[in-house]
């Protein structure tokens, strides 16, 4: 274990340019600095090691050029370590909210130790019996995720039907799972015979597909939605949101989490059949989970003691080491990972 | 005038068959058949003498074979008069709500005399210093879709940028006064330069621009709302959801009322840049006037001393006699309209 003060190498995941198209291994680099383990004099932060660090399909967004005026969202900077969520411990503290030894998650930077110098927006882990990882997945970013989406979003109603895409993923497993506690009817596409498996083996949807194998998603839909959608948790957009628009019924909902089949696309794909959501009356909601932080000890209320009773189940793909992390997080875009994504940067 | 039990003649506007693309006036025929002034034995309903009929862009939907499982809107059947809103004026009743000299609105069939079997879904109109035009319009359903699109919708508040397009159609040009009541800057688009003046002049809209002399619909948004668009009111779907999309700030709401540049094309326009939704947290919801009839008398409690007191303006366009139906109703499709098209079957 590095003592305090002492000088010690330091390995990052470099973005080097702004990503067109599918990001590569190669858009991004790793490399050994060093970092002086001691906090600046008059910074007021906290310096923390890495354990976990989470790849989320947002983070595409953020290897782009992003010119969104006020949008919160801003681009990573060329040459420098790419960002995102991870769980950390703290090895020493300037910020009267931490104390060296806490345990946090929250954005840090993709590197071996980070010196956060605003750790305002962190939340202190409280709940150390679980996994830590999951603080990068159903405890954390994700977990409020699916929750504000489907809850707040989606307002669903015992025996309702929903629909979940990319329903293996981070958020997808967990809005399948809720919607099942919900006492609705839920089918979940993912891209994989071993992901469909898991869905109705180990997620409990009703009904589970591979959307590649499907040559018409409308009528794939038709087949496990001969009454209509009441709720789509749209994670991928495209072809995909155009077969669900025309399986909506009166008064859907569609909270748009996110739309990863576009992200790669530099001219993305055209929908076509909108004009459902006025005979329709269909709401449709896009919404970011920064919104939603202050239901985060409420969420826990709930989740907690169904993780302990196994009510419900987490699946989650680690890939060991920092130096796995370009692959594991360009592995998302192509469905490569099994379950919520996560990089093992140390154990505790 | 004709007298109870007297057979007359019945000019109707039938729909010759199915359309696609633009209509035609020749997809719609002016016969002449004859009825008899009388209520069938044992039929509950109402004789009416129709007297304005209402030219809406829904009606196109209703023109083509629509299969839209419990959307309660069904398609007009060939070979039979067409239907939609009007004024009518009460010949005889055998209903206990309604009773002869009773002026209603509502939906009727597009010929001089019309027999209403089910006449529950029909108002009666009590305010009668008005134009009686007026309900097919302002005080009718175009009325009420303004009011609830744009205050149940949107929740505008003062301050905020308002974007509506169609904007001196039946429902924009209400659209927009609403909103300068609401303490917003509303900026409108429409078709010619006779229409931006009458937004600007009449309807006191802050600017308003002619979206055919537009080359990029997008920079013509982002010269009008340098600040991006709080509230779109959607009357018209394809570029220029595109666009606004574009420039929607975070929180935005769109209401989408209508896409009438999409209802003539066999195949819709794409919709490329929805992924703003997500980023910029925009609510879309889809609505349909039915769902609001409720709000009807708030409405009119609203509007009644607003038009009196010249607060709010109505401008019609009022084609003469039912043979200028087809024209009537075609023309709206390429915008020939200036104003809410209505067409005058008989004086009262």
């Known amino acids: 274990m590095a003592s305090e003060g002492e000088v010690v190498s330091n390995k990052q995941v470099i973005l080097k340019e702004y990503v067109s198209g599918l990001p590569k291994e190669s858009d991004l680099q790793v490399t050994t600095g060093s970092i002086k383990l001691k906090i600046p004099e008059g910074c007021n932060g906290i310096l923390v090691k890495n354990l976990y660090l989470s790849c989320d399909p947002y983070i595409r967004t953020r290897m782009k050029n992003l010119q969104l005026k006020g949008a919160h969202v801003d681009s990573f900077q060329p040459g420098s ?3 995102g969520y991870g769980v950390a411990k703290v090895l020493e503290s300037e910020h009267p909210n ?6 946090i998650w929250g954005i840090t930077d993709w590197e071996e130790y980070s010196l956060i110098t605003e750790p305002e927006t962190l939340f ?3 709940d150390k019996d679980m996994p830590l990882s999951y603080y990068t997945g159903i405890l954390g970013m994700p977990g409020v995720t699916a929750y504000a989406g489907f809850f707040e979003i989606c307002s669903p109603k015992k025996g309702e039907y929903v629909f979940v895409s990319a329903a293996s993923g981070a958020v997808g497993q967990l809005v399948g799972q809720f919607a ?3 006492g ?3 089918v979940g596409s993912a891209g994989s015979k071993e992901k469909v498996d898991l869905l109705k083996n180990k997620f409990g949807f009703d009904e589970a597909f591979n959307y590649k194998e499907e040559q018409d998603l409308n009528a794939a839909l038709q087949r496990y939605f001969p009454e209509g959608i009441d709720i789509y948790f749209e994670n991928v957009g495209g072809k995909m949101l155009d077969a669900v628009l025309l399986n909506m019924r009166i008064r859907g909902r569609i909270a748009v989490c996110g739309m990863i089949s576009q992200y790669n696309l530099d001219q993305p794909e055209g929908v076509y059949y909108l004009a459902n959501i006025i005979l329709k009356r269909i709401r449709m909601e896009g919404f970011l989970v920064f919104d939603y932080y202050h239901l985060y000890p409420k969420y826990l209320e709930m989740v907690l003691p169904k993780i302990r009773e196994g009510k419900i189940v987490y699946v ?3 890939a060991e080491g920092l130096e796995s992390g370009p692959a594991a997080l360009t592995g998302l ?6 379950g919520k994504q996560v990089v093992v940067v140390a154990d505790e």
Do not use: A
């Open 98 to 103: 931490f104390k060296k030894g806490d345990l």
């Open 124 to 126: 202190k882990i409280q």
């Open 81 to 83: 370590p790419i960002s």
């Open 333 to 338: 875009f192509v469905g490569r990972n099994v």
């Open 184 to 186: 609705c009817y839920v």
């Open 180 to 182: 099942k506690l919900s």
């Open 316 to 318: 989650e793909d680690k």
